[in-house]
């Protein structure tokens, strides 16, 4: 079927098409297919379109689609031919250029990458992320406040508010069992305070805490209980650091693993990219003229 199953009648589409060109308008190519348009010297064929046709569009979904690809692709096509024409032979060279330079970034980037790929180690062991840490300390500094703490939300009313409260509190191994016990009967509840928050991860977790109120709230070792309509917030916060405070490890941990895996991915494209010039010049591939002295 005609650029695959939508397009239920070819007529249907041409009548569409023939809004840019009539629709007895018959164009034969130099590899004896059928063009779908053409625009000076250039022509655009069914195989170029029917990739672009999706299960998704009806077929006067379909139609419609194909007479706006066709019309954009011969008002470009239209507009090339006349900016060669009317443009100086020094600008055109000049796009030439820019363009050949483009097509050459863009392949040997894509082949680089591909043999990056293949051989780059991307294992970063614990021993090397701590040294690298150790060493570049200094340059993760946050901007944004952290903290660990547990917390959980309540509906109101709830029957054990006040043994919630002294379990948050205590938080020894029988509190934590208990609140585990009784989990299901909360809205939320996060009882890992070995993990860093950001304030404002948890303003978006604890609506009632704002930017106004955090400082009075979100301070190491305070304990808070606050409430809206619907519901209560309770939690102990553990500890605190501030903006421009280092960034424990365990929380920077993945933007370092990134840092170093990009770092070793520039020094192989560099190994890569000498290793590629030694084997023209070993193999008579890559030689240079003249007295370069």
Same mark, same amino acid.
Not at 160 to 169: D, G, R
Not at 172 to 198: C, G, M, P, R, Y
Not at 221 to 236: H, I, P, R, T
Not at 251 to 261: D, F, G
């Given at each position: 079927?005609?650029?695959?199953?939508?397009?239920?009648?070819?007529?249907?589409?041409?009548?569409? $098409?023939?809004?840019?060109?009539?629709?007895?308008?018959?164009?034969?190519?130099? &590899?004896?297919?059928?063009?779908?348009?053409?625009?000076?010297?250039?022509?655009?064929?069914? &195989?170029?379109?029917?990739?672009?046709?999706?299960?998704?569009?009806?077929?006067?979904?379909?139609?419609?689609?194909?007479?706006?690809?066709?019309?954009?692709?011969?008002?470009?096509?239209?507009?090339?031919?006349?900016?060669?024409?009317?443009?100086? &032979?020094?600008?055109?060279?000049?796009?030439?250029?820019?363009?050949?330079?483009?097509?050459?970034?863009?392949?040997?980037?894509?082949?680089?990458?591909?043999?990056?790929?293949?051989?780059?180690?991307?294992?970063?062991?614990?021993?090397?992320?701590?040294?690298?840490?150790?060493?570049?300390?200094?340059?993760?500094?946050?901007?944004?406040?952290?903290?660990?703490?547990?917390?959980?939300?309540?509906?109101?009313?709830?029957?054990?508010?006040?043994?919630?409260?002294?379990?948050?509190?205590?938080?020894?191994?029988?509190?934590?069992?208990?609140?585990?016990?009784?989990?299901?009967?909360?809205?939320?509840?996060?009882?890992?305070?070995?993990?860093?928050?950001?304030?404002?991860?948890?303003?978006?977790?604890?609506?009632?805490?704002?930017?106004?109120?955090?400082?009075?709230?979100?301070?190491?070792?305070?304990?808070?209980?606050?409430?809206?309509?619907?519901?209560?917030?309770?939690? +102990? $916060?553990?500890?605190?650091?501030?903006?421009?405070?280092?960034?424990?490890?365990?929380?920077?941990?993945?933007?370092?693993?990134?840092?170093?895996?990009?770092?070793?991915?520039?020094?192989?494209?560099?190994?890569?990219?000498?290793?590629?010039?030694?084997?023209?010049?070993?193999? +008579?591939?890559? &030689?240079?003229?003249?007295?370069?002295?």
């Amino acid at each position: 079927m005609f650029l695959g199953e939508n397009i239920k009648a070819y007529g249907v589409m041409l009548c569409a $098409v023939g809004l840019f060109w009539s629709c007895d308008f018959v164009f034969e190519s130099e &590899e004896d297919r059928p063009p779908l348009a053409r625009a000076g010297d250039r022509f655009l064929y069914h &195989e170029d379109v029917a990739p672009l046709i999706t299960d998704r569009m009806s077929p006067s979904d379909s139609a419609v689609f194909v007479t706006n690809y066709i019309n954009n692709w011969a008002r470009k096509q239209l507009l090339l031919t006349k900016s060669k024409i009317n443009l100086p &032979e020094e600008q055109l060279a000049e796009f030439d250029r820019l363009v050949e330079d483009y097509k050459a970034d863009l392949y040997t980037k894509a082949y680089l990458e591909a043999l990056v790929q293949q051989s780059l180690d991307t294992v970063i062991s614990d021993k090397q992320l701590r040294a690298f840490y150790n060493e570049q300390k200094e340059n993760f500094k946050l901007d944004e406040k952290l903290l660990q703490l547990r917390f959980v939300v309540l509906p109101k009313p709830f029957l054990h508010q006040e043994e919630v409260v002294e379990k948050i509190k205590t938080f020894n191994t029988e509190d934590k069992q208990f609140l585990d016990s009784i989990a299901v009967q909360f809205k939320k509840l996060h009882l890992n305070d070995s993990i860093w928050v950001s304030a404002e991860q948890l303003m978006r977790e604890i609506p009632v805490l704002n930017y106004g109120n955090q400082d009075v709230h979100l301070r190491a070792a305070k304990f808070f209980e606050l409430q809206d309509s619907l519901q209560v917030y309770m939690g +102990k $916060v553990v500890k605190v650091l501030e903006v421009d405070d280092i960034a424990p490890l365990e929380y920077i941990a993945p933007r370092i693993k990134r840092i170093m895996v990009n770092r070793r991915l520039m020094e192989r494209k560099g190994v890569l990219e000498n290793d590629v010039l030694k084997e023209a010049i070993r193999k +008579k591939e890559f &030689e240079i003229y003249g007295n370069n002295q």
